[in-house]
């Protein structure tokens, strides 16, 4: 998870969410709506498709252990 801390500090903005789950993947939200991001390749795709076809995504829940392809985008 150390990407997802660089992430953060690297920042500037306040976090409103952080979702960490199994291989280095996270997703980071912060408070302008600005996102920092490293997700399986399912997820990716269908998070790039989501926000390019102009969705807001609210939220990015990831299984924290074992399930690797397990996650849940909530726009």
């Known amino acids: 998870m150390a990407a997802a801390a660089v992430a953060i500090r690297d920042s500037n903005w306040a976090v409103a969410e952080v979702s ?14 600005a996102y920092a991001y490293s997700l399986q390749a399912a997820c990716k795709q269908k998070f790039e498709e989501l926000t390019e076809d102009g969705h807001d995504v609210t939220n990015v829940i990831l299984s924290p252990g074992g399930f690797v392809s397990s996650w849940l985008i909530r726009y």
Do not use: A, S
Not at 20 to 33: H, M, P
């Open 20 to 33: 960490l789950g199994t291989n280095d993947t996270y997703y980071v939200r912060f408070e302008d709506g």
